[in-house]
């Protein structure tokens, strides 16, 4: 019988969920496959959070702060899991790092291993990603942002006209990834206001299906992207991106006026969307729980309607590991599987 | 081949075209493939945008809940996301004749999410236009008119209480009257000059009679409110004419101020504080129905007709008032009130306001018939023997669109002409 908690990642969702354990004064071992932590949001240099505007390194710093501070929270970096052996309240995980490998027991785990940006180069070449350097995604443009150093990466000169293509990877049947991916709306967004404030002589178009702005995203991002930063938003998606001297043309039709359109543009941001990480789809496997169609870790458990629980009693999943998930997401869903975890290891014992 | 060029040489072209009998090969038959957009000008928005007013051309987001709703388009092709979106790929609202459309009727306003503004956006841009030199020919007349005689219809300043002559009872002009009075009447320059506006000017010198008011006009002191040359651009010549109107109502001592027209109302109410009036003003509907105790009596003549009520766009959507009309009128005997489907917060526009009655011509260049035209129609449609108004531009308006959509049968009538023939048969 153990009452540890096992926590499989480091990102906002593991970091989030081992400060709560250890705030219910419980015991959390969180293990890092990088040698370091803060997931996605570190590992990408993220700009500012979407969508509270606030700078994310500091964020992710004072959240990793709060988790590794307590005296609870035992921290295994440069480590994975590679095996988990045992029922709720008495599991044996078998940890290993480049040393070697070390058994721990947990009462319970938390599965946190996030996603991975949609590579647009995967299987279509999609909109010449890897063969036109100022075709960028918006997890190259975090990095740029963030070190205000919005450039073309075929000159290093500023883009003057910047535009975003919405839904790269998500909702696409082909690709097989159908799901909406819930956050890029609101990224390109967000990051268009980021390049009018960086480089107000800019234009910054963003390309669209449907603008996907839930709850205050539409007025803390869509609103003031358009009224303040007069961002342009056009209905229809471009379809093929073609090289056009040193800059680019893209194609597409502008739905509302029912009329093609080509347009030249120095820098092109695919929103690219999330899919299960490496980590989830090998974590999935190994801790022998359900996924999705899509890779993502099938949450709702028996009740299909929890959405922390896994098909494996006692193993909890928060944040993108499950789906498309944004911070709100993530830190509502860390606390839920805390409070599980817990109430799990105590009607064990 | 550069990329993109393609779409450029789309034309077709038949060498031999015979379409009903008709041969028309050659240019004639020429078709162009869709335009391609080629250049977005958000430039273009931004220069609506940044002027004091028109912010929220910026806000559109494309939804379109404007333009089943806007009366240009339903006879043409029009509304506040059309013209957003005609910026944002190339046209400029300043030049283009799309900017002489709008009669800030504000029923786009009404259904807007985004709280776009067109009563706001239309006359910021307007005036830039005027400014510019670019106005409609017959709207420059209006102007100009305005400006030399103080009435759009270019009549003698001095003739301004000629219509009282004609008028059986007392009409008080201030000047000679030299007594406060209880109630200053704005009388306004259409009901001061239009042979039909004069007929409501005398039936409502009647109506006040038989109700004892206390009552005064300013006569040739009084000049046009200017608010619809406001709206159509004109925002210096709107200032004079304030300025005049409101030294004119500092002058004399009274109690109520009442407006014959609704684009009074809207000036007196909205505009005119803003340069420092301090009163407010009442509609004639208004008026009346505070009077309407001692009014029903007097209405002892059954008018037997049905009859249908258009509501001002500046009486109904720009200030609210939708009751007193229509209690007016329910309180006639014999008269059967019928609703429109458009009627009340959505009532169709006349077509009048915004600078509207002064561009009759050009906006017949863009539209499938009036919009007077249009809503004439609905009247008939539902029935109406009478389509009464209470706003001076719109008995000429719709009798002349009852006669050129063959409906001579439809009388229209201002309120006060009801009222007036109720009480005296």
């Known amino acids: 019988m153990s009452e540890k908690v096992l926590i499989i990642g480091a990102g906002p969702a593991g ?46 710093n004072e959240l990793a702060a709060a988790a590794t501070a307590s005296a609870n929270v035992e921290l295994l970096t440069s480590s994975q899991v590679a095996a988990l052996e ?30 991975q940006h949609f590579d647009p180069g995967r299987e279509t070449q999609y909109y010449n990603y890897y063969s036109f350097p100022d075709v960028i995604t918006i997890a190259d443009l975090e990095g740029m942002l963030k070190a205000h150093q919005v450039v073309r990466p075929s000159t290093g000169q500023p883009p003057e006209r910047v535009a975003f293509i919405q839904c790269v990877g998500s909702r696409d049947r082909q690709i097989g990834n159908e799901f909406c991916s819930k956050v890029c709306c ?54 093929e991106i073609l090289p056009k001297g040193d800059r680019l043309l893209v194609r597409g039709e502008d739905t509302t006026m029912g009329r093609p359109m080509e347009v030249v543009l120095d820098l092109v941001v695919l929103s690219v969307g999330m899919e ?33 629980a896994t098909s494996r009693p006692g193993i909890f999943v928060v944040g993108a590991a499950s789906g498309p998930a944004d911070l709100d997401d993530t830190f509502s869903s860390a606390g839920l599987a805390a409070a599980r975890a817990i109430a799990a290891i105590r009607r064990a014992g | 081949m550069d990329a993109g060029l393609d779409k450029v040489d789309a034309i077709f072209e038949k060498e031999t075209a015979i379409i009903d009998g008709v041969d ?6 020429r078709m162009f493939k869709e335009r391609v957009i080629w250049e977005y000008t958000p430039e273009l928005i931004d220069k609506v945008a940044d002027l004091p007013g028109g912010e929220s051309f910026a806000w559109c987001y494309q939804c379109a809940k404007c333009i089943p709703v806007c ?62 030199g670019n106005v409609p020919e017959e709207l420059q007349k209006a102007f100009e008119d305005t400006a030399k005689f103080g009435n759009p219809l270019g009549q003698g300043q001095r003739k301004r209480a000629a219509w009282t002559k004609k008028s059986d009872v007392p009409v008080p002009i201030m000047k000679k009257h030299g007594q406060p009075v209880d109630v200053l009447w704005y009388v306004g320059s259409y009901p001061s000059y239009h042979p039909r506006g004069i007929d409501a000017a005398l039936a409502a010198a009647r109506i006040f009679n038989a109700l004892g008011i206390d009552f005064g006009i300013l006569g040739p002191e009084e000049k046009d409110d200017g608010d619809t040359q406001r709206l159509a651009g004109e ?4 200032e004079m004419l304030a300025e005049h109107n409101i030294a004119m109502f500092n002058k004399y001592e009274w109690n109520t101020l009442v407006v014959t027209g609704p684009h009074e109302l809207n000036a007196f109410k909205k505009e005119y504080p803003k340069l420092g009036f301090d009163r407010s003003a009442l509609h004639y509907t208004q008026f009346l129905v505070q009077h309407l105790d ?72 863009h539209t499938t018939m009036r919009l007077s035209e249009r809503r004439v129609l609905e009247a008939v449609a539902y029935g109406a023997e009478i389509l009464a108004v209470c706003c001076p531009f719109e008995v000429s308006r719709f009798e002349d669109a009852a006669k050129s959509t063959g409906n001579d049968q439809l009388k229209v009538l201002d309120i006060l002409e009801l009222l007036d023939q109720s009480m005296r048969g």
């Open chain 1, 15 to 60: 970091l989030e969920a081992a400060r709560t354990v250890a705030d219910l004064g419980y015991t959390a071992v969180m293990v890092e496959k990088r040698d370091r932590v803060g997931g996605t949001p570190d590992e990408f240099h993220y700009a500012q959070l979407t969508h509270h505007f606030r700078d994310s390194e500091e964020a992710m």
């Open chain 1, 86 to 115: 045992g029922e709720v309240g008495n599991l044996t995980a078998t940890i290993q790092n480049g040393s070697g490998s070390k058994n721990i027991e947990a009462g319970a785990v938390i599965l946190a291993t996030g996603f």
């Open chain 1, 186 to 239: 609101g990224i390109a967004s967000k990051q268009a206001i980021e390049i009018r404030q960086q480089l107000p002589d800019s234009r910054v178009m963003i390309f669209y299906i449907d603008m996907r702005m839930y709850g205050y995203w539409e007025n803390e991002l869509y609103w003031p992207a358009q009224e303040q930063y007069r961002v342009n938003y056009v209905k229809g998606l471009v379809s």
């Open chain 1, 276 to 308: 299960p990480s490496a980590g989830t789809r090998a974590m999935a496997a190994t801790l022998n729980i359900e996924q999705n169609k899509y890779g993502f870790v099938a949450a709702g458990g028996s009740t299909r309607i929890d959405p922390v």
């Open chain 2, 24 to 29: 028309i090969s050659g240019p004639w038959n």
């Open chain 2, 71 to 132: 009366p240009v388009d339903m006879v043409g092709n029009y509304g506040p996301r059309k013209l957003y979106r005609m910026a944002q790929t190339g046209t400029d609202l300043h030049k283009s004749e799309e900017l002489w459309l709008c009669t800030t009727c504000a029923n786009c306003l009404r259904v807007c999410k985004k709280v776009v503004d067109m009563v706001q956006i239309m006359p910021a841009v307007r005036e830039q236009a005027v400014l510019d």
């Open chain 2, 235 to 238: 925002s210096g010549l709107f």
């Open chain 2, 294 to 365: 001692q009014l029903k009596p007097m209405l002892k003549h059954e008018i037997k007709a049905t009859v249908t009520f258009h509501d001002p766009c500046y009486l109904g959507r720009h200030h609210g008032e939708y009751d007193a009309p229509r209690e007016l009128l329910r309180a006639i005997p014999g008269l059967e009130l019928v609703e429109m489907g458009r009627c009340r917060e959505n009532g169709y526009c006349c077509g009048g306001g915004g600078g509207g009655m002064w561009l009759d011509s050009f906006t017949q260049n």
